[in-house]
């Protein structure tokens, strides 16, 4: 399994790295891509090393493609054409797409969330969805979550439809995650 | 408030990242100091770029002083002499002095645990201490913690005594971490 994790300047570090850490703790191999260049400040000044660029893998076949929030890097991600495109194709050939935080604004944007059950950060502006207040909500093959205190069990959400529920169990009790 | 968090090759991500980014938000000045390079690369593959090399801030005073786990990172940062001197002199002088998941083993080899209550990682060797299993243990200046998923209680708890009880209640609920 192979996932994709795009990182724009201004994304929410607690997040990013704990789906990116959990993924690969799955045994998903996880391809972290920048918008612009390679290297990506988060929104508390943390800077990633991301492994590609947008451009250099948004031809790639990704069994799940993932936002995390932050912002302004969740504006940033839904500003980019780029971006809207690549996670409406994944959503169109069914794979997986996740979003936390303000990340889902992202796919409001691209069209995916009318008439679809999904969360977001407090606030975050999801008109055409249809909002449920938890902590991870899954919609066929898109998975939204809310925020830094919710990524450990999105993350595990992913790992558990990529990897499978033992996979997921496994890691919980690893990182000593209360069910 | 300034606090120190030191980064070895091999750190757990969720733990280093969740330490920085929430102590960052509730105002306190975090250097980020590498052992050696400044690019450190974390055990997921993770490469974060770290403020300063430590011996460039060796000298300089913090509040906190404050060390991730991971393996074989925590190995690293306990081998490292100046590492434990780094620490010994923190405590000695009364600051507050962090550590979760295997870290710990660090302030055992500084000889910081004897007849301290602390907690760590299952199975990591601390000897001298009265081990408590508890998600963070607090002995006067010593914060100890379990793992990935007790960090963001153990971020929180760095956060009271740095910054008082008022900013930590604030941070969970914007973080939206269930108390």
Same mark, same amino acid.
């Given at each position: 399994m192979r996932a994709l994790v795009l990182l724009a300047d201004g994304f929410e570090e607690i997040e990013a790295v704990t789906i990116i850490d959990v993924l690969r703790r799955a045994g998903v191999a996880v391809v972290t891509a920048a918008l612009? %260049?390679? %290297?990506v400040r988060g929104s508390h000044a943390i800077t990633l090393e991301a492994d590609a660029s947008l451009d250099a893998v948004s031809n790639e076949d990704f069994d799940a493609v993932v936002l995390p929030g932050g912002m302004p890097g969740s504006k940033h991600l839904r500003d980019d054409a780029r971006v809207r495109a690549l996670v409406r194709r994944a959503a169109e050939s069914g794979k997986l797409v996740g979003a936390i935080c303000a990340a889902p604004i992202v796919l409001e944007a691209a069209g995916l969330l009318a008439g679809k059950r999904a969360t977001a950060y407090?606030? %975050?502006?999801?008109? %055409?969805a249809r909002y449920v207040e938890a902590s991870v909500v899954t919609d066929g093959a898109l998975v939204t979550s809310r925020g830094v205190g919710t990524a450990l069990e999105f993350a595990l959400a992913l790992v558990e439809r990529l990897a499978g529920a033992e996979t997921a169990a496994r890691l919980r009790a690893a990182m000593l995650v209360e069910a």
């Open positions: 612009t %260049s390679r %290297s407090p606030g %975050s502006e999801l008109p %055409s």
